[in-house]
């Protein structure tokens, strides 16, 4: 099953849709798809039973407006569990990786205020001259749990769907100084969508420590970042196992891969230079694909301004 979230013209309000052939089965409630979450799957299942039978409208996909699958998540920690990222971007801010890295998924804290959806336009944060998209794939948890074991805790996932973690490169390095953060470098914004995506869907495509779907990245048009999420080194069992070690995870939570190879202008920039790999700037069109879960396409746009502390 393929599900979203999208804003209906009919009554210009918020409605969850089951995804079929290009075309969204929306229900007339509940208007959260989080509330179709938190047992093992049986909910999802009787709503798109109703979704295809008797539809409260039927909306062309090109022609939808995208919400985030899961517009305000209770909590997103988005984690680094690719290591080819890990060690070259690492390296790009002036460190070596730790051996910590392997032998726990690290991950910070990003801000639910800040999801957009698939389409919507993305802008740079306050003062940053180093904006950078992160390709991404993100777990939707969907029965909650504390302590998690690995070798089980895959069946708390409800989904999956891509995230892009926009980055302020010079923010985040300069805050990261203090040895608190990141912060401010990574609350902007972050891109979800377009579809949750249930386990079933990808099943076929096992491969690794995940699945086989090819994610890729352009920028304006021009192909910049291509990677596998099989190349993943922490599986996303060991992510919701560690996540939940002590404390409770609950529906609709979100577990970020983190960047997989190749898929952030910190690392293009820092093995080909910055001159073929520039910083994102407004008017840039970004465009993030993997297999199986579709697209986000978002516009950079100007940020705010800074406003002085003193």
């Known amino acids: 099953m393929r599900w979203s979230t999208y804003i209906s013209a009919r009554d210009d309000t918020d409605h969850v849709a ?3 052939e290009g075309v969204l089965h929306g229900l007339a409630s509940p208007a959260r798809l989080i509330d179709l979450l938190g047992d093992d799957g049986t909910q999802l299942s009787e709503a798109a039973q109703r979704a295809r039978s008797d539809p409260w409208e039927t909306v062309a996909v090109d022609a939808a407006t995208l919400r985030a699958p899961i517009p305000v998540p209770p909590s997103i920690r988005d984690f680094m569990a690719f290591e080819e990222h890990v060690v070259t971007s690492t390296e790009a801010l002036g460190h070596s990786v730790d051996p910590v890295w392997y032998e726990m998924p690290l991950f910070y804290f990003s801000n639910p205020a800040a999801v957009l959806g698939p389409r919507d336009a993305v802008a740079i944060s306050p003062g940053s001259q180093q904006w950078d998209y992160e390709l991404e ?10 302590d998690l074991d ?3 805790a895959e069946d708390h996932i ?3 769907l891509i995230l892009c ?3 302020a ?11 608190l953060g990141p912060a401010k470098g990574k609350d902007n914004a972050t891109s979800l969508g377009p579809w949750l995506v249930t386990p079933d869907e990808l099943a076929p495509r096992r491969a690794g420590n995940a699945y086989d779907l090819e994610m890729t990245a352009s920028v304006n048009g021009r192909s910049w970042s291509t990677g596998n999420m099989s190349a993943i080194y ?3 069992g060991q992510l919701l196992a560690y996540a939940s070690r002590g404390t409770e995870l609950r529906p609709g939570d979100i577990i970020g891969s983190g960047t997989v190879g190749t898929g952030c202008i910190l690392e293009l920039s820092r093995v080909h230079g910055s001159e073929a790999y520039p910083w994102l700037a407004p008017g840039d069109k970004v465009n993030l694909q993997v297999t199986g879960l579709g697209a986000i396409e978002a516009s950079v746009t100007r940020g705010a301004p800074v406003v002085p502390l003193r």
Do not use: K, N
């Not at 794939?137 to 504390?146: D, E, F, K, L």
């Not at 490169?169 to 040895?179: H, K, V, Y």
């Open 18 to 20: 089951l995804v079929h």
């Open 137 to 146: 794939i993100a777990a939707v948890v969907g029965r909650g749990g504390r």
């Open 150 to 152: 690995p070798a089980r």
């Open 158 to 160: 409800a989904g999956y």
């Open 165 to 167: 973690d926009w980055s």
């Open 169 to 179: 490169r010079d923010i985040q390095a300069a805050e990261m100084l203090g040895m």
């Open 234 to 236: 922490w599986s996303f």
